[in-house]
Every structure is written in C-alpha cells, then in structure tokens.
C-alpha cells in the first residue's frame, strides 16, 4: 500500500496532476466502495487500488462508472470472481511472485543457510505463489550443491501482522536451528524479525528491499539476507504515464495482465527481482554475477517455477526436508 501510494504521489508531482489520498475506514468491501465513490463525487477520475482485498469493491464500482479509469495491483480474476467479466475501464496487474519467491531460497541456501522458515501472511494466492517459489529455489540450491541436510519449515499466520502468538512459534522456529525465515505478508514480519533478534539469526523481506524496514523496526543492521521484490512502484508509476501522460489506456482496458521477466540480461529491468545492491548479502558463494546468470537461465526457460498453488510445499521438494506446520491462526 505504502509504495503504491508513494508512485501514485510522485507521479502526480512529476506531472503536475491532483492526487488524493483516500482511505477506507474499515478492512470491508462496503467501505472500501464508499470511499471509490466518495473519490468519483470529488471528480476523481483515475483511480489506483492495491491488493487483492479491492476485488469485490472493483465489482460493485467499476461497471457503474464508466468514464472512470479503474487500476488495480495484484488484484486477480479470481479475486474478481467468477463470471465477471473486466470492462473496459479496469486494467489489473498481477505478478509473479513464485519467480522472485525461488530467487530469494536459492539465494538463501547459495550463501550458506541450511535451515530455513517460510512465514506467510493469509494463504490467499499471492502468498501462496511467493512460498511455493521459496520451496522450489531453495530445493534448487540445495540440488545444485548436492545437499542433503537442507531443511525448511512452512507456516501461514492466518493473518497480515505480526503478534505474540506468532512470534513464540518463530522463537520456537530459531531456537530449534532455524536460521533465516522468509516473512511474507504484511506487517507479519515483525513476529520474524522479534524472534530473530533475540537469536541472533537472519530473515527475508518481500515485495520491496525491506533490508532498512527492518532494520529500523529492529534497530539491528545486517539482520536482512534478501528480499524478493515485486515491481509495484514501476508498475504503477509506468503505468499511469503511459495511461495519463501517453493517452495510451487502449493498450491497457479490459485486461488482467502477469508482470514477470522483461529481460534476460538487467535484472532489475524485470517486475520481479531480488536487491541487486545492499539490500542482498552478497558473497563469494553467491555473487551478482551468480544472480544475473540464474535470472538468464529462468528468462531463456532453462530454470522454470511452478505457480500451482492447487498443491502442497512438501510437492516441490526433492532433496530437501520441508515440515508443512499449516496455519498458525485461522
């Protein structure tokens, strides 16, 4: 939300556009409407969600206000429903995070981790997409390394923050040899990162470089390996340049569109990535260079990641252990 909000706001200064800020009282559909149409009252009339949580609100709104351009960031056809079909005032962008997922466990287990920990938020598809990647890359490093005593520890919240009954299982994770968990969803992180810091141990931010998030909640530096990173600022800001400034909204209407790869040679051209700079813990086990390759490879399909969330985590793994511990909550 908050780097939604960030491009939205940038893009309007840059371009000398009105921008507002509405938010919804309530985590519900019915508010949510009411401030889309509180923003059409106002003479709104480009109007960005984020997150899946938009989909019945787009349904109930879209359809009546035609002359409204509609965006929305990982909002999905299934988070639309069945039957609905998109108009020609909605373009939604929904990524792959199962690719930035593997990139972040292969990474992981390149640079010398062994034990690791998926903590996702609530198994909506999204999440879910992003710890099955994790599984697949981290089994891949291990493979590729010839280990066998790789194992990892899988895990929903039931929920998009952090608390204390999350965090006593992550103290349990760390004190039983987890060393790095990948928290992703929302601000579940703080349980991870509580945890971690009294073990002195390491986790894996998602959807932005959350290397200085994290350290700022934790007021330790250095506890980030990675983090697996989806384009939501370039998607955003990209988008409504090409849609406002560009007039270009054809290219855009009535689709649901998959961001992934765009490149097989700069990494950080693609809409899913992990930190090329500070935000990743490079070394000589896994380098930049390293990082460039395997992005090639999976760019030219040599290296391919299942996205069917119909599965299990334990599926994807082949020489490495994974204990699927359900959901915490919920």
């Known amino acids: 939300n908050q780097t939604t909000y960030e491009a939205c706001k940038a ?9 507002n800020y509405f938010k919804p009282a309530g985590d519900n559909t019915a508010d949510r409407v009411a401030m889309i149409e509180k923003a059409v009252d106002e003479g709104y009339n480009v109007i960005v969600m984020p997150g899946y949580a938009f989909g019945g609100a787009i349904v109930e709104t879209a359809p009546k206000f035609s002359d409204v351009k509609f965006i929305a960031l990982d909002v999905s056809a299934g988070d639309l429903g069945d039957g609905f079909e998109v108009p020609d005032n909605l373009y939604c962008a929904v990524y792959q995070e199962e690719l930035c997922g593997y990139m972040a466990g292969y990474a992981a287990v390149k640079l010398g981790y062994k034990n690791l920990g998926f903590l996702g938020g609530m198994a909506v ?20 390394l010839g280990l066998t005593d790789v194992s990892l520890n899988y895990v929903y919240g039931g929920q998009f923050f952090g608390d204390a009954d999350i965090t006593a299982v992550m103290d349990t994770w760390y004190a039983g040899g987890t060393e790095v968990v990948f928290a992703c969803g929302g601000g579940i992180y703080t349980s991870a990162v509580d945890a971690a810091k009294k073990a002195d141990a390491k986790v894996i931010g998602v959807d932005v470089d959350q290397a200085g998030v994290i350290a700022g909640y934790a007021g330790v530096e250095g506890m980030t390996v990675t983090s697996a990173m989806k384009g ?19 290219a855009y209407k009535g689709k649901i569109a998959t961001l992934g790869l765009v490149s097989g040679d700069d990494p950080e051209l693609n809409y899913v990535q992990i930190p090329m700079g500070e935000g990743t813990q490079w070394s000589d086990s896994f380098t930049q260079d390293d990082y460039k ?17 119909s599965k299990a985590p334990s599926d994807f793994a082949t020489v490495i252990a994974v204990e699927d511990q359900g959901a915490i909550k919920g």
Request: hydrophobic content about 45%; cysteine-free; charged content about 20%.
């Open 232 to 250: 939501l600022y370039p998607t955003t800001y990209d988008t409504l340049t090409d849609v406002i400034v560009n007039g270009n909204w054809d």
């Open 293 to 309: 390759a395997m992005v090639k490879d999976m760019f030219d399909g040599k290296i391919t990641v299942s996205n069917d969330v």
């Open 125 to 144: 598809p999204a999440v879910v997409r992003y710890g099955y990647g994790f599984v697949q890359g981290v089994d891949a490093a291990a493979a590729d």
């Open 11 to 19: 893009f309007a200064e840059d371009n000398s556009i009105e921008f």
